[in-house]
DNA sequence: CGGCTGATGATCT
DNA sequence: GATCATCAGCCGG
């Protein structure tokens, strides 16, 4: 049994871009510990970046690596964008762009703790732990209500979506294999927060992070 | 906890 | 027509 970490409501500002690290694979490292903030009419959701894995253009892996299509277009877009893409039929899944315009790289967020709105989250999900509410890259979309229509929005404006930081120091961080993968799975592109209080909330198996590289 | 499987549809070849 | 950057439910240990 793992008691939510207790802090006090954060105070959250939106991050500029000017913030944002323009390498795919530091901006994967700088998002950890900071916010995905969602405000529509039922209100706010919001949770604290986790997980997350990097995806750069040159990674066969990546859905950019053969070029721009209607899908992926937005993954081109200056670093502080949103990509969402529908995947297995069912889910959702959102990353955050990197690099220069032109360039399709992106960090995809697979787990947050959540902090808003956990009620309107769990409706959202169906009632679930608190660990599970936003555990995965599309169970975080469904607590977040992330879909096609929020593709290609700016997370460093005023809008329904947005990147936020609590301005506290940055977790411990460490690194490990991407998961779902065919392709190029050995890469350690995986960060998590090592924090004691985070881990249940990192998804994947548990021995991936136990073996992992401390990266911080 | 780990392993397996069916569901389900957009996207690109 | 194959391929998914997945999940929930079920099983066994």
């Given at each position: 049994?793992?008691a939510p970490?207790?802090?006090k409501?954060a105070?959250l500002?939106?991050l500029a871009?000017?913030?944002?690290?323009?390498d795919?694979e530091?901006l994967?490292?700088?998002?950890i510990?900071?916010y995905?903030?969602r405000?529509?009419?039922?209100?706010?959701?919001?949770?604290?970046?986790?997980?997350?894995?990097?995806?750069?253009?040159?990674?066969?892996?990546?859905?950019?690596?053969?070029?721009?299509t209607?899908?992926n277009r937005?993954?081109?877009?200056e670093?502080?964008?949103?990509?969402?893409?529908f995947?297995?039929?069912?889910?959702y899944?959102?990353?955050i762009?990197a690099?220069v315009?032109?360039?399709?790289?992106?960090?995809?967020?697979?787990?947050?703790?959540?902090?808003d709105g956990?009620?309107?989250m769990?409706?959202?999900?169906?009632s679930?732990?608190?660990?599970?509410?936003?555990?995965?890259?599309?169970?975080?979309?469904?607590?977040?209500?992330i879909?096609?229509?929020?593709?290609?929005?700016d997370?460093?404006r005023?809008?329904p979506?947005?990147?936020?930081?609590?301005?506290?120091?940055?977790?411990?961080i460490g690194v490990?294999?991407r998961?779902?993968?065919r392709?190029?799975?050995?890469?350690?592109?995986r960060?998590f927060?090592?924090a004691?209080?985070?881990?249940p909330?990192?998804?994947?198996?548990r021995?991936?992070l136990?073996g992992?590289r401390v990266?911080?």
């Open positions: 049994m793992v970490a207790k802090r409501r105070r500002r939106r871009r000017a913030e944002l690290p323009v795919a530091d994967a490292h700088f998002l510990g900071k995905l903030v405000d529509d009419e039922h209100g706010r959701a919001s949770g604290r970046i986790v997980e997350n894995e990097t995806y750069h253009q040159d990674d066969p892996a990546a859905h950019t690596h053969r070029g721009e209607p899908r937005s993954m081109f877009l670093r502080g964008h949103a990509y969402v893409y995947i297995y039929g069912m889910w899944a959102v990353n762009t690099d315009r032109g360039v399709g790289a992106g960090v995809l967020l697979r787990a947050l703790v959540p902090c956990v009620a309107l769990q409706s959202r999900r169906g679930v732990r608190l660990t599970d509410l936003a555990r995965g890259p599309g169970r975080l979309t469904t607590a977040l209500a879909d096609r229509r929020l593709d290609g929005t997370l460093t005023r809008g979506l947005w990147l936020a930081t609590d301005d506290s120091r940055a977790p411990p490990t294999t998961i779902g993968l392709k190029e799975a050995h890469r350690p592109l960060f927060s090592r004691p209080d985070d881990l909330y990192v998804s994947g198996p021995a991936a136990a992992s990266l911080l």
